[in-house]
């Protein structure tokens, strides 16, 4: 699997539509240190691929694809917390977590690829 641009990337792609939709969905909650780090823990999924992209080998790659899981997982926990806290519905929860769960998916697919 061979990339000229970190823009290529699907996992890339996907993680920065997921990030729009995070932001579009948060932008009118008034709890702004909640909004400002779900917001921010959204960013750096894609913001790592990016980085890691242009790192000298596949290991200092992969390393930041995990570094974007685990913000992926803090969006998760969020996420939950956001509909206890009746920040959203249950489906909007249920959308975001798909589109989460599919870019680490995604990301996990992609580490497997470079480190064969």
């Known amino acids: 699997m061979t990339f000229q641009k970190f823009e290529d990337i699907i996992a890339w ?3 920065q539509d997921f990030t729009v939709d995070i932001y579009s969905h948060f932008r009118n ?4 240190a909640f909004r400002d780090q779900i917001c921010r823990a959204s960013v750096a999924i ?4 990016a980085e890691g992209f242009d790192r000298n080998s596949n290991a200092d790659f992969a390393r930041f694809l995990y570094i974007s899981i685990s913000s992926a997982s803090e969006v998760k926990s969020m996420i939950y917390l956001a509909c206890r806290l009746n920040y959203m519905n249950e489906q909007t929860k249920l ?8 870019v680490s998916k995604i990301i996990r697919g992609l580490i497997k690829s470079i480190s064969e």
Not at 46 to 49: D, F, G, R, T
Not at 95 to 102: A, G, I, M, P, T
């Open 95 to 102: 959308n975001l977590l798909s589109q989460v769960n599919e």
């Open 29 to 32: 909650i008034k709890d702004f």
């Open 46 to 49: 894609s913001s790592n691929i």
């Open 13 to 15: 792609q996907k993680a």
